[in-house]
Nanobody, 124 residues
Framework: QVQLVESGGGLVQAGGSLRLSCAASGLAFIMYRMGWFRQAPGKEREFMCAIISRGATSYADSVKGRFTISRDNAKNTVYLQMNSLNPEDTAVYYC??????????????????WGQGTQVTVSS
């Protein structure tokens, strides 16, 4: 049984930082590209970034330069360091897993497994 469990969300003031974690179990972690998505109320789920086991990354323009994705393959964990947060970053943040080799990893429908989400709220 595959499980992805996010943690680290919370309330932060504008300009602040948060670090999210996502612990994976029940899958061959190195065989998956791990992604972070977010969904704000009334909006579609949005791709933010993804990383493969060797460390290559990709980012959406909206978070490039502010957010950093990383992973620890020994701990089956992926991280999202978020800096310079602003109220527009308020959303539920999800981690997800897609098999290596599957294209269009910026599309949520191409991910097989999802965490339950963690709320991030940025106050002005």
């Amino acid at each position: 049984q595959v499980q992805l469990v996010e943690s680290g969300g919370g309330l932060v003031q504008a300009g602040g930082s948060l670090r999210l974690s996502c612990a994976a179990s029940g899958l061959a972690f190195i065989m998956y590209r791990m992604g972070w998505f977010r969904q704000a109320p009334g909006k579609e789920r949005e791709f933010m970034c993804a990383i493969i086991s060797r460390g290559a990354t990709s980012y959406a323009d909206s978070v490039k330069g502010r957010f950093t994705i990383s992973r620890d393959n020994a701990k089956n964990t992926v991280y999202l360091q978020m800096n310079s947060l602003n109220p527009e970053d308020t959303a539920v943040y999800y981690c997800a897993a897609t098999p290596l080799g599957r294209s269009s990893w910026d599309k949520s429908q191409n991910y097989d497994y999802w965490g339950q989400g963690t709320q991030v709220t940025v106050s002005s």
